[in-house]
T-cell receptor, first 115, second 112 residues
């Protein structure tokens, strides 16, 4: 069973701080990595995707990937109360049939940004 | 904008009923997925499809079936609904090759 692990939290940070969300995965063949944000009662929406080792920045968000350690993280700088949500890590795992990929999600980390 | 729509936002059914959940995407995506989401268990993949008339079992296919007769439409069928199928059901689509998934708004199903 290919797995994606996240700390369920909640992770509580003060407004303006850096929030650090972490994810580990078991399949060494994984090539695509995603962070989704899900507000309560809503469906997930993509924040970041990352495919290569290193950092990828988009505004206040930075995704970090280390394939050797099978580790992907999301940093949120200058956290705002509106960032309070559940953050889902997803890893695309190769399946044999059709050579396609299927996504495997972690259970999500709940982030609370308090004023 | 990519749009994924689901036939109902809320649904209440009786035990033993046959339930159809429909999902339509307008971006010509090859891949379509059905998940259920339960508190503490995260998103669990029920079935997925990477082409018309193709389907693959996910992690929890028992009690469900799917149909994909057209590229844009992916239906989830509960043959005989049971109370343990009460959940939030999410449909998603993506292009081939492991790209970003786009989710529908979800259907909250209650089976009494």
């Amino acid at each position: 069973q290919k797995e994606v692990e996240q700390n369920s939290g909640p992770l509580s940070v003060p407004e303006g701080a850096i929030a650090s969300l972490n994810c580990t995965y078991s399949d060494r063949g994984s090539q695509s990595f995603f962070w989704y944000r899900q507000y309560s009662g809503k469906s997930p929406e993509l924040i970041m995707s990352i495919y290569s080792n290193g950092d990828k920045e988009d505004g206040r968000f930075t995704a970090q990937l280390n394939k050797a350690s099978q580790y992907v993280s999301l940093l949120i700088r200058d956290s705002q109360p509106s960032d309070s949500a559940t953050y889902l890590c997803a890893v695309n795992i190769v399946v044999r049939s059709g050579g396609s990929y299927i996504p495997t999600f972690g259970r999500g980390t709940s982030l609370i940004v308090h004023p | 904008d990519v749009k994924v729509t689901q036939s109902s936002r809320y649904l209440v059914k009786r035990t033993g009923e046959k339930v159809f959940l429909e999902c339509v995407q307008d971006m010509d995506h090859e891949n379509m997925f059905w998940y259920r989401q339960d508190p503490g268990l995260g998103l669990r993949l029920i079935y997925f499809s990477y082409d018309v008339k193709m389907k693959e079992k996910g992690d929890i296919p028992e009690g469900y079936s799917v149909s994909r007769e057209k590229k844009e439409r992916f239906s989830l069928i509960l043959e005989s609904a049971s109370t343990n199928q009460t959940s939030m059901y999410l449909c998603a689509s993506s292009r081939a090759g492991g790209e970003t998934q786009y989710f529908g708004p979800g259907t909250r199903l209650l089976v009494l």
